[in-house]
């Protein structure tokens, strides 16, 4: 799956949706919701002609198991998000698009990652916060024999420079809740 330059990621549904909807934007990153909301603003959004991933860790009533992704795919979704190795797994049994989201924040972080990718290939590998981006990449180059997921940067890009920045390190694509990027998608795409 190919994902254009600039993704929503989308942490308040009942209030960003009508945004989302008049942005340039054609993937939504749905991170925070409920059970019992998450069929409604996924039909909501495929209504709009959004492809949707949603985040099995932040989704409340849902756990990180086989049955998680299995109830996500039925509701129509085309990729999921976690920071679960396992889940990643049972996803991609399951022929799921997965995005494996990894938090730099200090050295025992980047060994976690890179013993996570000897032994898990998700699709995509979002790396947070987007000001550590250039070391994530370092890091996956030393690491990955032969496989390298494709590269999301996110969290703390704030202007199209720093996007456009982390587009030109190798990111495939930026990750942001920041609606006025959203609206510049067509202008980087």
């Not at 254009?4 to 749905?30: C, G, M, R, Y």
């Not at 991609?92 to 995005?99: A, I, N």
Request: proline share 4%.
């Amino acid at each position: 799956m190919k994902l254009p330059k600039i993704v929503a990621a989308v942490w308040e549904p009942s209030s960003s949706l009508d945004q989302l909807n008049v942005s340039h934007v054609t993937v939504a990153f749905l991170l925070n919701c409920d059970l019992i909301s998450l069929q409604g603003y996924i039909k909501q959004l495929k209504r709009w002609k959004k492809k949707v991933f949603v985040d099995l860790d932040l989704v409340q009533g849902l756990s990180g198991e086989e049955y998680s992704v299995r109830y996500v795919s039925l509701c129509g979704i085309d990729g999921i998000i976690t920071i679960k190795p396992r889940v990643v797994d049972i996803a991609r049994k399951l022929g799921v698009t997965t995005v494996m989201r990894s938090f730099l924040l200090d050295s025992t972080s980047i060994s976690r990652l890179e013993d996570t990718l000897k032994n898990t290939r998700p699709d995509f590998l979002e790396i947070l916060p987007g000001c550590a981006f250039c070391k994530g990449v370092r890091v996956i180059d030393r690491i990955t024999n032969g496989f390298r997921p494709k590269l999301i940067g996110a969290g703390l890009i704030d202007t199209k420079e720093e996007a456009l920045a982390i587009l030109n390190m190798g990111a495939v694509a930026i990750s942001t809740s920041n609606p006025e990027l959203w609206r510049i998608n067509h202008e980087i795409s």
